[in-house]
């Protein structure tokens, strides 16, 4: 089955975009409210961060992926962040695009290694970075929130 998911790069914001993202962004997280003009604008402007968006056949917006790309001491990297498809569009091959157009992008930026993180609940998918050459690595991930003081 060959795909009508087209992925492209967001070079700027748009109404359309913004709606997008209220829709999207409550179904990757309970706790973020989506983000605004001024945030969407932040991202596309910056040189760390690449936005992507889905389109289904119609040329509806029903994906988005971020990609962030920075240096360290021993090379390029990426990281692939806050990848979310609607709900209507599950399965169609959108996931796919996206994660597909993100590597590419770190591939022509350098990046020696690109990494993800997903919850084991998130069973699709895990499958489809496991199918797309994703390896799951042993190690220890720690976040601190900057909206609590330490203990």
Same mark, same amino acid.
């Given at each position: 089955? =060959?795909?009508?998911? $087209? ?19 409550? $179904? ?13 604008? $932040? ?102 929130? =900057? ?5």
């Amino acid at each position: 089955m =060959t795909s009508k998911v $087209q992925v492209s790069e967001v070079l700027e914001v748009t109404d359309e975009l913004v709606r997008a993202f209220v829709t999207l962004i409550p $179904q990757l997280s309970s706790s973020s409210p989506p983000p605004g003009p001024t945030e969407l604008g $932040q991202m596309v402007a910056s040189e760390a961060s690449v936005l992507f968006v889905a389109r289904d056949a119609s040329g509806s917006i029903v994906g988005s992926l971020t990609l962030a790309l920075f240096r360290v001491p021993t090379g390029v990297r990426a990281w692939i962040e806050d990848v979310v498809v609607d709900e209507s569009a599950r399965g169609a091959g959108a996931g796919e695009a996206l994660v597909l157009a993100a590597l590419d992008r770190a591939d022509a930026a350098g990046a020696k290694t690109v990494d993800l993180t997903s919850r084991p609940s998130r069973e699709a998918a895990n499958r489809l970075y496991r199918r797309v050459g994703f390896e799951e690595r042993v190690t220890n991930v720690y976040r601190r929130s =900057t909206e609590a003081p330490p203990a």
